[in-house]
DNA sequence: CGAATAATGACAACCGGTTGCCAAGCCTTG
DNA sequence: CAAGGCTTGGCAACCGGTTGTCATTATTCG
C-alpha cells in the first residue's frame, strides 16, 4: 500500500531514512555522522543507534562528490606480476587501510602513456597517488604533482616528496665484496633506460669502480623480466667476466637458470649478485646473493608522507624525502673468482 | 574581475562548462557523450570538439551517483603476497580494463570478517565482485550474491556463478605418478580447513587412493605459506612417508627448504608435488613437479562471466560453472621410492 | 500543402551526501 | 530579568552528472 516504506525496503538505508526515523533532518544526521561534536550528544546516540538498527552504510560515492574527498589512494605500479611489488602494495594496502582509506592499485604496465592516463583519471577518484618507479619525464612528473598530492618511489624529482630505496651504496658494497672475492672483471646488468633506479645505481657504481681501480662495464638494457635473464646471461658469458651485479633479482633469477642450462657453473664459474631480495630469491639454486631492500617498510613510509600531504594538521611538516637503508645479503651465488 | 572564468580556470572541465561553451543545455552534452544517437551529428561533433578542447575527463564519482553503475568491479582475495593471486590478479585487471572497468582490489587477510565488510562496502562502490578462495559460508556467499552481481573462483556455492580450477582431477594423475615411481607411503599435505579447494582435493584423492589400493594420509592443516612448509616437512619425515602431494606450491617450497636444512635429499629421500606451478615453482631447488595452474585466464574467465551478467543484453546466457583444466608438470622434485 | 511522425534538445528532478547560513533555544552573566 | 553568547538543528544550495518528460522543430507521407 504504502509507496515508500521505511526499513523493509531492498534499497540500502540512507541519512533520509535515519532522519525520517529519527524525527530530524538529514543534514542533522550527515553531522551526527561526521563531526559529532557540532550535535547534541542525545540527538547523536538516537541517531546512532537508528543507523546501527538500519544496517547504514555511508555511499562513499556520494559523500566523494559533495565534501570532495574520497578516501580513497592511487597506487601506481608499473607491473603487478613483478613481486618487488607485491611487498610495496602490501604495505601500502597495511597502512592505508589502517587510515582508513581504500587503495585503488593500477598497473601501468611499464608505458608513460598509461601512467599519465591514470593520474588523469585518479586527480577526481582519490585524494592521493603513490607512483612507483615512474615511467614518465621528470616535467610530466612534476605537472602531475602540482595537480594532486603525490608521493613517488624510487625516483627522485626536484619539489615531488619522494621515497628512495638506498640500492646505490649497497651496491657499492657488493662490489667490494667480489673484489674481495678476487674478482677484477665485473659487469653491471643495467635495467631499462628509464629507470632511475638502474641510472642512479650506475652511476653510483661507475664512481666505486675507479675509485676501487677496478674496471666494471655496463650491459644491456634488460627489461626487469626473469625472461631477459637468458639474454643478460649470455652477454655476460660472451664478454668474459666472473661476476655479475645485476639491476634486480628477477634478472639475476633468469640469469641463474640460463647460466644453468648451459653448463656454467654459479658462483665457481659466475657470480651473480642480484638486488631487491624479492620473493625466491632466498630459494632459488643457489640461494641469491642480493641486496636486501625494505620494501614493505618503503611502502608504509610513502603513505605517511601522502597522509601528512592530505592531512597537515595533525603531525609536523611532512618530509620531502624519505631514504630506506639496505644491506647485502650473501648467499650461495657469489664466490671466489675463477682463476683463469 | 569575472568571478568564473571559463576555461582558464585551475578546476577540472565539467559538462556544464562544455554545455556553456556550445550553447546547449547540460543534459544535451551528457547525451552526446553517452548516448550519441540520441543526439544531432553536427551537435555531437562540435560537443566532442569543445569536450577535446578543454579536455574534459568525466567524473566518475558523479557519473556513479546519478547513473547506479560505477564502472568498477571489485576483486577480493585473501593474501595479494601469494604468488598464486599475482597472476589472477593480472588476469581480472586486464580483462577489466580491456572492457573499460576499473579494478578495486582488495586483500581480505584470510579473514571472513575483513570480507564481509568489505563486500557492504563494495555494494555501493562496485557494480560487481570476483571473490576468489572465500571464506566464508555458504549461506553468507549466497546471501551477498543475491545483493550485487558475483563470481567466485575455486569455491562452488549453488546458485553463485564460479571458476574452478580443477586440480582434483590432476591430483589424481599425480597420485598415479607417484605410484607409477614406486611410492607406496604417500601423504597428503593439506591447505586451511576453510579452504574448499583443499576439501574437494583431498576427498578426490581419497577416493582415487582407495580405487588403486594404496594408502594416503592426510597431514595438516597448514598455513599457505612457505613458512609452513617446515612444520610440513617434519610431520612428513615423522610420519615416514616417501611422496607427499601438497597442497599449494608455496607450502611445497617450504618443506623443500626445511628438508635441504636436515639434509634429506629430495627426490632421493622424499618426493614432493606441489599445485598450481606459481612463480618460483620452476627454479626453486629442486625444480617443483607440481599441478600446473591456468590461474591469469582463470580471472579472465571469472571476469567475462562477471561483465556477462552486468550486460546480459549482449552474448548469450550467462553460464554458471567454469572449470579450467590443468595439467601435472613434471619437474626435480618427484622420483623413484627409496628401497626401504 | 497539411497532418502525422520522428528527431532533437531544454527543463527539472534526482542520486546521497556536505556545508554555509540562519534562526531558535538554552544558559550564563551582569 | 534582560542581554549577549553559544549550542543546536533546519533549510537549501551544491557536487557533476543521468534520465524522464515534454515542447519544438524537421521530416516524411498522403
Not at 70 to 84: E, K, M, R, S
Not at 132 to 160: C, F, I, Q
Not at 176 to 199: K, N
Request: proline letters at 6%; hydrophobic letters at 40%; aromatic letters at 4%.
Amino acid at each position: 500500500m504504502a509507496t515508500t516504506q521505511p526499513s523493509s525496503v531492498d534499497r540500502p538505508p540512507t541519512i533520509h531514512d535515519i532522519a525520517a526515523l529519527c524525527g530530524v533532518a538529514a543534514s542533522t544526521v550527515s553531522r551526527a555522522l561526521s563531526t559529532p561534536d557540532r550535535v547534541n550528544i542525545r540527538t547523536r546516540l538516537r541517531i546512532e543507534a537508528a543507523a546501527a538498527e538500519l544496517r547504514y552504510i555511508p555511499n562513499n560515492q556520494a559523500k566523494a562528490l559533495s565534501s570532495g574527498r574520497t578516501g580513497a589512494v592511487g597506487v601506481l605500479v608499473p607491473d603487478i606480476t613483478n613481486p618487488f611489488y607485491f611487498d610495496l602494495i602490501r604495505g601500502t594496502q597495511l597502512q592505508l587501510k589502517a587510515a582508513g582509506y581504500t587503495q585503488l592499485l593500477v598497473d601501468t604496465e611499464e608505458s608513460d602513456e598509461v601512467e599519465a592516463s591514470t593520474m588523469e583519471q585518479l586527480r577526481k577518484s582519490a585524494d592521493g597517488i603513490i607512483v612507483a618507479a615512474s615511467r614518465l619525464s621528470d616535467e610530466a612528473l612534476l605537472a602531475a604533482a602540482a595537480k594532486m598530492p603525490m608521493v613517488t618511489m624510487n625516483r627522485d624529482v626536484s619539489g615531488v616528496p619522494a621515497v628512495l630505496i638506498d640500492t646505490p651504496s649497497a651496491t657499492s658494497q657488493g662490489l667490494d665484496h667480489l673484489i674481495s672475492l678476487g674478482h677484477t672483471r665485473i659487469a653491471y646488468m643495467a635495467g631499462p633506460v628509464t629507470s632511475q633506479s638502474s641510472t642512479r645505481r650506475w652511476t653510483t657504481l661507475a664512481d666505486a669502480a675507479e675509485e676501487r681501480g677496478v674496471e666494471v662495464r655496463k650491459l644491456g638494457p634488460f627489461a626487469p623480466k626473469t625472461q631477459s635473464g637468458a639474454a643478460a646471461a649470455d652477454a655476460a658469458v660472451h664478454s668474459g667476466v666472473t661476476a655479475c651485479i645485476v639491476f634486480n633479482d628477477l634478472i639475476a633469477i633468469g640469469m641463474l637458470q640460463r647460466l644453468r642450462e648451459r653448463g656454467i657453473r654459479v658462483p665457481e664459474d659466475m657470480s651473480i649478485l642480484g638486488c631487491d631480495d624479492i620473493f625466491g630469491a632466498d630459494f632459488c639454486n643457489p640461494p641469491l646473493t642480493t641486496i636486501a631492500s625494505p620494501i614493505e617498510q618503503a611502502g608504509r613510509v610513502a603513505v605517511s608522507m601522502l597522509l601528512a600531504q592530505l592531512n597537515p594538521l595533525q603531525g609536523g611538516p611532512s618530509r620531502r624525502l624519505a631514504v630506506m637503508p639496505t644491506h647485502l645479503t650473501i648467499r650461495g651465488s657469489t664466490g671466489p673468482a675463477r682463476v683463469p
